[in-house]
């Protein structure tokens, strides 16, 4: 999610750009309809730069207090590369199991 929100700010931080580039290009030719509209645009990117630099701050802050938890915990779970999945869980044999507590007693 963090990626994604990461990406997202960037391409919405270009795009911003590029209208403030086109609001002096328009400013200049003097075409003030499609300067308004351009402007517009700009204040909306804005706007959608700060919810998502909110969001991304957001989740920043979950990540690292869901990890900071786990460590006062002492619960650390390893964490297993992707490329290796995780073994399948297993019922125990219960002839074994029964075998076993029987050599014992021996």
Do not use: C, H, W
Request: charge should be positive.
């Amino acid at each position: 999610m963090l990626q994604q929100l990461e990406f997202k700010l960037n391409v919405e931080q270009k795009y911003k750009e590029g209208m403030e580039k086109m609001v002096k290009l328009y400013q200049m030719e003097g075409d003030r309809k499609a300067r308004a509209e351009t402007e517009s645009k700009r204040a909306e990117s804005a706007q959608k730069i700060v919810l998502l630099k909110q969001a991304l701050k957001r989740y920043m802050n979950l990540d690292v207090d869901i990890a900071d938890e786990d460590q006062r915990d002492g619960n650390t779970i390893p964490q297993t590369p992707p490329s290796f999945p995780s073994p399948p869980l297993r019922q125990p044999n219960l002839q074994f199991v029964s075998y076993i507590r029987s050599m014992r007693s021996f």
